[in-house]
C-alpha cells in the first residue's frame, strides 16, 4: 500500500513536462471558471446594460454595446491565461511563450474592441454633410483595416518578429504583385473617384448604358447594383467610372415629354379645343406641377407627314416608377377623351395613292 501511495506522490508531482497535475488540474479550473463568468458576463451584466441602453432615445449607445460584447468577453480569458502563467511553474522558453501569449491576448482584446467600436463611430458621425453612405462605408473598412494592420504589428513585435525586414520584403512582394493587379488598382482608384465625385450613392437608381437598377454596395473593387428582377449585378468600378451614367437618385421632379398625332381632317377650332382642354386638366390636376418653370406646354408644333402634331410638357413632382406610370396612364386615359369629344381622332402613318390614268 505504501509503494502504491508513493507511486500515486511520484505520477502527482512528475505530471506532464515536469508540471505537478496540482498545477494543471488548477488551471483547468481556472480556465473553466474564466468561460463560465465569460457566460455571466455576456448573457447577464451585458444584456442588463443592452435593456438600460434600450431606454435612451439615442441609438449610439446600443451601438456600441454591440460592438463591445465580443471583446469584453475576452477579458476572463485573458486574466485566466495570466493567472495560469501564475500557477504553472514555467521557466526558460516556455515561459516566455506563455508570456508573450498573454500579452497578445491582450492586444488582441483592445484592438478588437478598437475596430469593433469603428462602425458605431462612423454612424454617429453619419450626419455629418460631407460624409455620404458609401463614403461612410470605405472610412470604415479602411480604418479596421489600420487598426488590425498596428495590432498585429504590435503582436508580432511581441513574440520578436521584426517588422522593418518585413515590410521591406512585401515591399519587393507588392512590386511583382501590382505588375500582375493592375487591373485590382485601376477599380480601386476608379471607386475612390466615385465616392470623391458623389456620382451615386447606395440605393440610387441608376443607369449605364445596359445597366439599370439600385446601387446596393460601392467595394474596394466592385459595384453591387440589383436589377429590377431582383439579381443582384457586380460591375467593376472602372466600367461605371468610364461611362456615362443616369443617376435617378438625383432627380428633382419628372417631366412628360410626348408628341400626339391627330388626323388631317381636324379642323382649327377642334385643334384649340383640344388644346386649351388637355392643357387645362393638367393645371387643375395637383398631381402636375404648375409654377414657375413648370408650366405645362400644349402646342401644335408640327404638320406631319400624315398627322398634325401637338406637343404636350408637363412636369410632376419627384416620385417613384409605379406612381409615375399611374401618372402618366391617367393623362393618356383623358387625352383619349377630350380627342373623341372633340370629334378628332389619332393619325396614324399612311400613303396616299392617286392615279392619273387607268389602261383602257
Request: charged share 20%; proline share 3%.
Amino acid at each position: 500500500m505504501e509503494n502504491f501511495i508513493n507511486l500515486v506522490n511520484d505520477v502527482w508531482n512528475r505530471g506532464f513536462l515536469g508540471i505537478d497535475l496540482g498545477s494543471i488540474i488548477t488551471s483547468l479550473i481556472v480556465l473553466l471558471v474564466a468561460f463560465l463568468f465569460r457566460g455571466f458576463l455576456i448573457s447577464v451584466i451585458l444584456n442588463a446594460l443592452s435593456k438600460l441602453a434600450n431606454k435612451t432615445e439615442s441609438e449610439i449607445d446600443d451601438e456600441i454595446l454591440n460592438a463591445l460584447k465580443r471583446p469584453l468577453g475576452l477579458i476572463p480569458i485573458t486574466i485566466a491565461l495570466y493567472i495560469c502563467t501564475l500557477i504553472l511553474p514555467l521557466s526558460g522558453l516556455i515561459s516566455d511563450i506563455a508570456d508573450s501569449v498573454v500579452k497578445s491576448f491582450v492586444v488582441f482584446t483592445i484592438f478588437s474592441a478598437l475596430s469593433n467600436s469603428v462602425k458605431p463611430l462612423f454612424e454617429a458621425l453619419s450626419t455629418s454633410s460631407w460624409l455620404t453612405l458609401s463614403m461612410q462605408m470605405w472610412l470604415e473598412r479602411a480604418a479596421r483595416f489600420v487598426v488590425w494592420v498596428v495590432g498585429i504589428a504590435i503582436i508580432l513585435d511581441i513574440f520578436g518578429i521584426q517588422i522593418g525586414p518585413l515590410v521591406a520584403g512585401l515591399g519587393l512582394f507588392s512590386v511583382a504583385v501590382a505588375l500582375g493587379a493592375q487591373d485590382f488598382f485601376k477599380n480601386l482608384i476608379s471607386g475612390i473617384l466615385i465616392i470623391g465625385e458623389g456620382k451615386f450613392q447606395p440605393g440610387d437608381r441608376i443607369e449605364a448604358g445596359t445597366i439599370h437598377g439600385i446601387v446596393e454596395t460601392i467595394g474596394f473593387r466592385s459595384t453591387v447594383v440589383r436589377n429590377f428582377d431582383s439579381a443582384p449585378m457586380l460591375i467593376p468600378n472602372k466600367d461605371l467610372s468610364d461611362v456615362k451614367v443616369t443617376n435617378h437618385g438625383e432627380m428633382e421632379h419628372r417631366r412628360i415629354n410626348w408628341k400626339i398625332n391627330l388626323v388631317y381632317s381636324t379642323s382649327v377650332v377642334q385643334l384649340e379645343s383640344i388644346r386649351d382642354q388637355i392643357k387645362q386638366f393638367i393645371i387643375d390636376d395637383k398631381d402636375f406641377l404648375n409654377d414657375g418653370n413648370f408650366d405645362p406646354v400644349i402646342r401644335i408644333v408640327e404638320l406631319g407627314a400624315s398627322s398634325i402634331d401637338i406637343l404636350i410638357v408637363a412636369y410632376a413632382p419627384k416620385m417613384g416608377f409605379a406612381s409615375f406610370n399611374t401618372l402618366k396612364e391617367k393623362l393618356i386615359f383623358n387625352i383619349m377623351n377630350i380627342v373623341k369629344e372633340n370629334g378628332s381622332d389619332f393619325a396614324y402613318p399612311s400613303t396616299s395613292l392617286y392615279v392619273e390614268s387607268m389602261p383602257e
